[in-house]
């Protein structure tokens, strides 16, 4: 397949017409017409904008699937995230909090409870219900990192729950605070996020 099949494909998967691609990309349809006929190729700055445009790397654009596969190996993706917790109720009630929605799943009876956020899910697993399981011993046995628009609201907002030790917000560099929150199981959750009240300070 050459790289007119490809941008006609990517083009008609999205469900666009060759005047309505050429009209996000600035240009005529003429010229979309002469790509997919393999007549002339995209400028580099409309192979970015399509790239964004169909939500694939543009390595799908300008090269063949094999070529794909001999520049990079298999892709892995992040698929959930599992907390082993020893207190399954206290942990579940945490990050309902925490993430301020209800848990989406119970599966299973006790054994595991599901949060899906951000197309991610955040699994906490019952460590009474995992025979023969190894709990690694240790304070901190997994970070989580969050981001919120606003975190000094986010701060007093979880300070008041008081829903597990919190540290004060601290600054790492300048455009990155932070402050944590421990969950039962002493996992550090890391909020990060706009430090508005550093901004004002600064600006008297």
Excluded at 20 to 28: F, G, V
Excluded at 52 to 67: N, P, T, Y
Excluded at 127 to 148: A, C, I, P, R, T
Excluded at 168 to 181: A, D, M, R, S, T
Aim: proline share 1%; with cysteine; aromatic share 10%.
């Amino acid at each position: 397949m050459g790289l007119g099949s490809r941008i006609q494909r990517l083009r008609i998967n999205n469900g666009l017409t060759q005047e309505q691609l050429a009209e996000m990309l600035s240009i005529s349809r003429q010229s979309v017409s002469k790509w997919e006929m393999d007549q002339s190729i995209p400028e580099i700055d409309k192979v970015i904008m399509m790239s964004k445009l169909f939500s694939v790397g543009m390595d799908e654009i300008l090269l063949e699937d094999e070529e794909i596969k001999n520049l990079r190996p298999q892709e892995i993706h992040l698929g959930s995230i599992y907390l082993i917790v020893r207190d399954f109720e206290k942990s579940i009630s945490f990050y309902e909090q925490l993430l301020s929605m209800s848990v989406s799943t119970r599966n299973c009876g006790n054994k595991f409870a599901e949060f899906y956020f951000d197309n991610k899910c955040l699994a906490l697993m019952n460590e009474d219900s995992l025979q023969g399981h190894h709990y690694v011993d240790g304070d901190h046995k997994f970070v989580l990192n969050f981001w919120v628009e606003d975190l000094v609201k986010e701060y007093n907002r979880l300070k008041v729950l008081n829903i597990g030790e919190i540290t004060e917000i601290e600054k790492v560099n300048e455009g990155y605070y932070y402050f944590n929150v421990l969950d039962p199981d002493n996992n550090v959750c890391e909020i990060t996020g706009g430090y508005h009240l550093w901004e004002e300070e600064k600006d008297e």
